[in-house]
């Protein structure tokens, strides 16, 4: 400790701070990547977020209705008679006002 620490000739104290310079550095680009490349990814928790948390983007009702239809809890006549009532109330005409 003693050949560290001499600033004859020797590298200095200084050599000891190279370590955490560069654990800085390391954490620095880290953090920058996971705030801007890494969560574009699968979100806010990275690439360790488990698929099975993933909610769906849109709960309108005309989604669950295509979710329902799409699973097989409702059949085609069903679907399409409750599409039509659905889409008079939240369809084009219920987003954006009088048509």
Not at 36 to 54: E, F, K
Not at 68 to 89: K, T
């Amino acid at each position: 400790m003693q050949t560290l620490a001499n600033w004859d000739g020797g590298p200095g104290p200084w050599i000891l701070f190279f370590p955490l310079i560069w654990a800085a550095v390391v954490i620095g680009v880290v953090t920058v990547l996971r705030r801007t490349v890494w969560r574009g990814r699968r979100g806010p928790l990275g690439p360790w977020r488990a698929m099975d948390d993933v909610r769906p983007r849109s709960d309108s009702p005309i989604d669950v209705l295509g979710r329902r239809f799409a699973s097989g809890e409702i059949d085609e006549d069903e679907y399409w008679g409750r599409l039509s009532v659905l889409d008079e109330q939240f369809g084009r005409l219920g987003k954006g006002g009088a048509a």
